[in-house]
């Protein structure tokens, strides 16, 4: 075998370590996606149910729209209930993404664990009842707990990693990462454009203004707003007699 021959089966093996948990896990999950992932419809989403429970954890029933990404399926939990929109990705190496019952991650999104350096407490868990917003990213290196009821808007991104640059002698690539990761409690609401960075906590009932970058943590019943993002008020000190007409879910008390 000539080193060429040898780099090629190389870079191959490399390619299908970062794709599944083994070489024939890599085959069965394309397998199933490529057979059923793409079919559109009520069907499809019906088809996926079963068949990608040969590939991933299903608890109950999930729907998953078609043309949904998957890389290490086998360690992506689906709680009863969650739906999956169309171009999602879901990149759960190795520690996991789990997605509660009745939770909704929206078109294009991307939740990515890609931990190959072993971090401790890398993985993404979203709890129950839950909407990821259109086109969030979630990086879970450091680990991304988001509790129950939480609405993220679009554009957020909640990133549990950061480069280590302080030494000018050296590249950042080389100086290493840092993972504290985040804890978003229930309840929690998320405006459009907002960034989390890396070892911050979003206390329970917090709201985060739009365009906010979010630096420290977030005291609980708190809004908070700018850039970094500092309390603008506590939830409930305003009047709280809304100057707009408000309307409810169906069944929802008002």
Not at 66 to 79: E, P
Not at 142 to 149: A, E, L, N
Not at 215 to 233: I, K, M, N, W
């Amino acid at each position: 075998m000539t080193n060429d021959e040898r780099g090629m089966l190389a870079g191959l093996r490399l390619y299908v370590g970062r794709q599944a948990a083994s070489p024939w896990r890599y085959a069965l999950e394309q397998a199933v996606v490529g057979l059923t992932g793409w079919v559109p419809t009520p069907l499809g989403i019906a088809l996926r149910a079963v068949a990608y429970r040969l590939i991933l954890t299903m608890r109950g029933v999930a729907a998953v729209e078609r043309g949904v990404r998957l890389r290490f399926a086998s360690h992506v939990t689906l709680g009863h209930g969650a739906y999956v929109d169309q171009g999602v990705y879901l990149h759960a190496c190795p520690a996991g993404i789990d997605i509660g019952a009745g939770t909704i991650v929206m078109h294009g999104s991307v939740l990515h664990v890609y931990n190959f350096r072993d971090l401790p407490h890398a993985g993404i868990h979203v709890g129950e009842h839950s909407l990821i917003g259109e086109y969030n990213v979630i990086r879970g290196q450091g680990g991304v707990r988001i509790g129950s009821r939480v609405y993220t808007s679009p554009m957020v991104q909640i990133i549990a990693v950061n480069h280590v640059f302080d030494d000018r002698s050296r590249p950042f690539v080389e100086q290493g990462i840092t993972a504290e990761g985040i804890t978003i409690e229930d309840d929690v609401w998320i405006g459009s454009g907002v960034v989390i960075t890396d070892g911050v906590r979003v206390g329970r009932g917090a709201v985060v203004a739009a365009g906010a970058v979010v630096t420290r943590d977030v005291e609980p019943y708190t809004v908070v707003g700018g850039v970094p993002a500092r309390v603008l008020r506590r939830v409930g000190e305003a009047d709280p007699r809304p100057t707009s007409e408000v309307h409810y879910l169906p069944g929802a008390r008002g």
